[in-house]
């Protein structure tokens, strides 16, 4: 069974850094679109980053570019999402996904696999 464990999440103060990491069981990164979701209270679900593995090729959400970096390390089957200052409107539960590797990486409905989520928040 296909397992999705994010950590890494934590309340901050606006300008900090949060390291949100995915363990992926059972389902390689090979050739794969590995996304990064949020939900805020009350918000619908949005995308903030995704990597298409091979080769690595990131996609991030306007509101977020320049201030998060994802990336992967193949060998420990993870993914990464580094966030630097963070702002209040940042917060939400993060969740990790998984889809085949020729979706297109904002399309939500489009991925298999998905994580439990970690809480994040800024507060100002």
């Known amino acids: 069974q296909v397992q999705l464990v994010e950590s890494g999440g934590g309340s901050v103060q606006a300008g900090g850094s949060l390291r949100l990491s995915c363990a992926v069981s059972r389902y390689t990164l090979s050739s794969r679109c590995m996304g990064w979701f949020r939900q805020a209270p009350g918000k619908e679900r949005e995308v903030v980053a995704a990597?298409?593995?091979?080769?690595?090729?990131?996609y991030y959400a306007d509101s977020v570019k320049g201030r998060f970096t994802i990336s992967q390390d193949n060998a420990k089957n993870t993914v990464y999402l580094q966030m630097n200052s963070l702002k209040p409107e940042d917060t939400g539960m993060y969740y990790c996904a998984a889809a085949p590797g020729g979706i297109w990486w904002s399309s939500g409905h489009m991925y298999d696999y998905w994580g439990q989520g970690t809480q994040v928040t800024v507060s100002s």
């Open positions: 990597i298409y593995t091979a080769p690595g090729r990131p």
